[in-house]
């Protein structure tokens, strides 16, 4: 037998879109509640790097980055190219800081200034700091008993059960442990402290990036008294006479309805684990290739069907469907398989990338999606999407490899497993890699010519601020570039994976869902990945997923208070 219940707003997901809406929404009098199929909440952001893409923002003007509003949108324009939207992304760089601001003096919501370049600082409009900014670290005590549901963290970024914070800094204390007394204490005091919340709390408690995020959300959400109900799927929109009037749930309790004065928000992570709709959307995919998507598994494009149900516009695009990144598979406990983003190890100095020709595609150095994109491009002959991370014995011991952590930790348990492929010599680790030895040989030697003097004469892998800043500063002249010269030789198969989908349900830029011929669906709103992106299938810079997706989950929030407000005056007045 089904309940019903009334609320002003119902929000349908538990990352940064969804909660971002419903704290705003409810901070301007709408009651709201928060449904979340799984048992968890924080969504992919929870599994994410915290970071905003907001120019023009507060945190980093109070940091001395100076930045204008004008050289944003070139930047815009040169980055989304044919799929320039400029109604939206001028609403976005207008209400971006408005967004940050707000957040910052009405929630437990705080963010701290980065250093990141843009993805592609050499384009115009382009800048080497001050557009990203992160979230600031959180003590999920504060959460209370709350904490138990807060998404963990993805497993394989962890070193047992620990965050990484997402400002490069952090991470270079743990590659500096070994060869500084400073980077050895901090690293020390970090593991210390760790242990001790595991033995208290079974998990880490002094959470950072996307974590730090999700948590500092939806303590914002619950200090207001927001419900998030996990573990409640929706089944089906409800449709009034004035458009959509509630959903349909169901959960431990049975099924469940949930009648809204003033509509539905869809946030639910967009599509990265339906797998009918990825053979439609991703091209390397309907070659047969394989996608590992890093995201959680519950992201099966519920909210796009959702939205499709009630005859809201799908489109497949955008030149990329999803923010690209390169990812392996290493072993789990339990006999489970893991997938590992490749953020960090393509930067470093004596990494280089191969593919089944036993070649170099692309500079290893650019952002993640940008060099998804290339082993998409790559691949196009073949049916697999796939390159080969290819080190020597110094690097695999300074840096590591996927998975692989540097010295002093061990790698025979990986080795065994097949995920670390080694070979004494070039050839052997070609033979083992299934790729063409005497290629292979030749392409590394041609590299190594110019990496002894720090060039790379193929890719210019270096050139920019963007290459060299994840990668390693002391090593000079090019911190992004090294040889690879000393066996025994390492190497990493990479596959297809992605950070969220890009392509969405068509919206007015205040998210409002749009029928095909873009006439609105009434009281359905869309944002976070479900919402069409506004990067037109590009990636310009750390945190561009996050920045808008908080931004609309913000501007949406408002113009449903501001209509709900309209109607309540017109109400009165008659």
Known sequence: MSSVQQVDLIVVGSGAGGLSTAVVAKKR?????VLEKAPVFGGTTAFSGGVLWIPGNSVSKAAGVHDTKDAALEYMKNETGEY???????????????MVDFFQQNTTVQFIPTLYPDYHPTVPGGVDIGRSILAKPFDIRELGKEKERL??????????????????????????????????????KRLANHIKELALYKRGVHVTSGNAL?????????????????????????????GIAGVRTQGAEGEKTILAKHGVV??????????????????????????????PIDNTGDGVRLAESVGADFQVKYPSAAAWMPVSLPPLSGGRQGVFPHLLDRYKPGVVGVNRYGQ???????????VGAAMIKDGAQGQQTEMWLICDQKT????????????????GGLIKSGYLLKGQTLADLALQCGINAQRLEQTIAEYNVGAKQGKDTQFQRGETSFNRYLADPEHQPNPCVAPVEQGPFYA???????????????????????????TIIPNLYVVGNDRASIMGGNYPGAGITLGPILTFGYVTANAIADKAQQAKGDHCAN
């Open 29 to 33: 009098g709408l009651n709201v509640v």
């Open 84 to 98: 320039f939207n400029e109604a939206a992304v001028d609403l976005f760089l207008e209400k971006g800081p408005e």
């Open 151 to 188: 998404r963990p963290p993805l497993e394989t970024i962890t070193f047992i059960g620990m965050m990484f914070n997402s400002s490069n800094a952090d991470l270079k204390h743990f590659f500096n442990a070994t060869k500084s007394l400073r980077s050895f204490i901090y690293v020390v």
């Open 214 to 242: 999700a948590a500092r959300l939806a303590k914002s959400a619950f200090d207001l008294g927001i419900p998030i109900l996990t573990s409640t799927a929706v089944v089906e929109l409800i449709e009034g006479q004035e």
């Open 266 to 295: 869809l946030a639910a992570g967009g599509f990265p684990h339906d797998k009918e709709r990825l053979k439609h959307a991703f091209p390397h995919v309907q070659r047969g290739g394989t996608h590992h998507s890093p995201a």
């Open 360 to 370: 170099r595609f692309t500079n290893e150095s650019e952002s993640y999606h940008d």
């Open 396 to 411: 695999m011991s300074k840096y590591g490899l996927g998975y692989a952590k540097p010295a002093p930790m061990p790698l």
């Open 492 to 518: 990493v198969h990479v596959l297809m994976g992605d950070l969220g989908t890009f392509d969405g349900i068509q919206t007015s830029v205040t998210g409002e869902a749009l029928r095909a011929d873009g």
